[in-house]
């Protein structure tokens, strides 16, 4: 993966609604909710208004997904610094 495409995704993760996010069910349907202070949710991020099996892990997910993709990222950058510096350190043992 590109520098560009992880930048990309920060970027679209970025500009999404702040988290954390917390799934929450409302009357039959799972909502998505900006969490706030400890005792209050904020502005709503998505609803999944289908009362399916599937709602509820739907909901879970969605609402894990943006830290969980800045988490992945920062990982894939960690790796990415590992794999070049010890590519640094290979082509300099390789000249020597």
Known sequence: MTDE??????????????GPWKATRRSKDWW???????????GRVCLIDD???????D???????RRDVLDMLAEVE????QVASYSRLL??????
């Open 5 to 18: 495409q992880l930048a990309a995704i920060r970027a679209r993760c970025e500009a999404a609604t702040p």
């Open 32 to 42: 998505v909710m900006q969490e706030g202070d400890s005792t209050h949710l904020r």
């Open 51 to 57: 009362n399916t099996p599937s709602s509820e892990l």
């Open 59 to 65: 909901a879970h997910f969605i609402a894990h997904a």
């Open 78 to 81: 960690k790796a990415k610094a």
């Open 91 to 96: 082509s300099r043992r390789a000249a020597a």
